[in-house]
């Protein structure tokens, strides 16, 4: 964890909505699944943002545009300085990958695989992808996964582009362990249609990030844990979830 | 002596800065940010007699200069608290810490101050008294002048530490809870709590909290809190702790020059962890800005 200034290489739309942020000058290498949380002027609160990917003092984050923090965001240049909090939360455990890992990513659930698959794939492990969006339009990320040598699946809900449907009606026969982040209506379909253990990433409206201010709390198997910090990943066994 | 330095009910602190209960947990966990034994003291994370989990989630909602919560006192429960947080704060803070004390019923307060009373680590005891009384109809202790004398009545019957009555400011005269607090024999009186509020998502078109509504904290509630405190200050004899949307050192000063003897910051913190290092750190050349040679010189008797 480290409070920094990162400054704006460059920010750019990748679909009508989700936009590319590449900050240079970051201190900590951040693990596959963590996130940094980004202060905006005029707003009180920062802005939670999964880790995309990091080369070096390069740190990336993918995010939608849903409000007026987001689209503020998306107005910056090139330049221009963020305060930021790097290096929060748990991230994925990949030393329970196995032979044959599984990522599955809905939406802006898929930034978080991008830097697991990365580091999956140094390993020399075979990676299967699944991709799930709603539609055409909103499809990004695709070649940069086959470009890291993983096999990939794109789903898109309207059949639109590739696979018509959700991640869950393109799951290989075979993996090892599963890695996941989106929806929480996908996460609970994943659950479901799995049959082996993986690790799921969560999101959850937060006030600090850092664990302070127990806001987003939430209760599992093992006990009550926070998802800036405990999570936002938790191993399947331990899932509860909320009515 | 320092420049800095104030007197809180018998005991010295290095700065009048306190990190508000809620927003800065068990306190050890902060001590990743920066050594906290540059703070004057600070006050942990509500604790009541048993473990709560608090309200379903969301609990968080933004608003302008400020946020909402609705975190429903989440917390381990004061055996816990005793046995598990406070040796792991033992190790990273060699100050005295506030031990915030949360109830629904006038027994759960007195049990849980009972047993903080026993622990050396605290120095004093700040009773929020802004729960729903359960036996009450559910009106909260702090709207209502007898309800917050008896909480406070039972409190001082079993401890010897110094008692804060923090108070609510969803009231219509903060002044009358106070002098009853006073009259019930509490030794100081820290505010403002969080004021009540909500936010309504305009896709959804339902309440962004799970709970409905919750505390209103931030630079927002900023001069309520100030009048406030101006009131209570001139109300009561006891040392009064100023809080409420706290974030840079010229609002301390301004806060003690309202009448307070300290400062909680809570939001604050949960923004930028380092905010209260950073107040300490900026008070100096604020205070040469305004010709204050020793914050003591503030305060009004």
């Known amino acids: 964890m480290k409070q920094t200034i990162l400054t704006i290489e460059s920010n750019s739309p990748l679909t009508s909505a989700v936009y590319r942020l590449d900050l240079r000058g970051a201190e900590e290498m951040q693990r596959p699944g963590q996130f940094i949380n980004i202060r905006l002027a005029g707003h009180f609160l920062r802005r939670p943002i999964s880790v995309y990917d990091q080369d070096g003092d390069r740190l990336t984050v993918l995010y939608k545009t849903v409000g007026a923090g987001t689209e503020q965001l998306s107005r910056m240049q090139r330049g221009e300085t963020l305060d930021v909090l790097t290096g929060l939360g748990n991230g994925y455990d990949l030393g329970k ?30 990676v299967t992808a699944v991709l799930g969006f709603n539609t055409r339009e909103e499809v990004f990320g695709e070649a940069e ?99 | 002596m320092g420049r800095l330095s104030t007197t809180l009910l018998g005991i010295e602190l290095d700065n009048p800065v306190i990190p508000a209960s809620g927003t800065f947990g068990f306190g050890w966990e902060f001590a990743q940010w920066y050594d906290i034994n540059c703070l004057g003291t600070f006050s942990f994370k509500g604790t009541t007699k048993d473990p709560r989990f608090g309200n379903p989630t969301p609990r968080i909602a933004e608003c302008a200069s400020g946020m909402i919560n609705a975190v429903g006192l989440q917390n381990p429960g004061v055996d816990q608290v005793i046995r598990e947080e406070l040796p792991k704060l033992a190790k990273v803070f060699r100050k005295k810490v506030m031990a915030n004390v949360s109830g629904f019923s006038v027994a759960d307060y007195a049990a849980a101050c009972e047993r903080l009373d026993q622990e050396e680590q605290v120095g004093w005891l700040e009773v929020n008294i802004s729960c729903p009384n ?32 923090k108070l609510s400011p969803n009231v219509t005269d903060i002044t009358a809870i106070a002098r009853a607090c006073e009259e019930a024999g509490a030794d100081g009186i820290s505010l403002i709590n969080t004021l009540q509020g909500m936010r309504i998502n305009l896709r959804t078109r339902q309440p962004v909290l799970a709970n409905v509504m919750g505390g209103v904290s931030g630079p927002a509630v900023f001069p309520v809190a100030l009048r406030m405190v101006w009131q209570t200050a001139r109300a009561v004899r006891i040392p009064v702790i100023g809080m409420g949307g706290i974030t840079t050192a010229e609002d301390v000063l301004e806060m003690m020059m309202a009448g307070a003897v300290a400062c909680e910051v809570g939001a604050a913190n949960l923004v930028d962890p380092c905010a209260c290092k950073r107040i300490i750190d900026d008070l100096p050349a604020a205070m040469d800005k305004y010709g204050i040679r020793n914050l003591s010189e503030l305060r009004i008797r």
């Open chain 1, 97 to 126: 990958a196995g032979t044959c890992p599984l990522l599955l990513g809905g939406g802006v659930g898929v930034p978080p695989l991008y830097l697991l698959a990365k580091e999956l794939r140094a390993k020399a492990l075979p």
């Open chain 2, 134 to 165: 359960v036996h009450g109809g559910g009106m909260s202790f702090g709207t209502d002048p007898a309800a917050a004398a008896e909480v406070t009545r039972a409190v001082k019957k079993v401890t010897r530490k110094p008692v804060i009555m």
């Open chain 1, 145 to 243: 996964f086959r470009e890291l040598g993983c096999e990939v699946t794109v789903t898109t809900a309207d059949g639109t582009y590739g696979t018509r449907g959700f991640v869950t009606d393109a799951l290989p026969l075979n993996y090892s362990y599963f890695y996941t982040c989106g929806p929480e209506p996908m996460l609970r379909a994943v659950y479901r249609a799995t049959n082996t253990s993986g690790q799921f990433s969560f999101e959850e409206r937060m006030g600090c990030g850092f664990g302070a201010c127990m806001g987003c709390s939430c209760k599992t198997i093992t006990g009550q844990k926070r998802i800036c910090r405990e999570g936002p990943v938790l191993e399947k066994e331990e899932i509860l979830w909320a009515d």
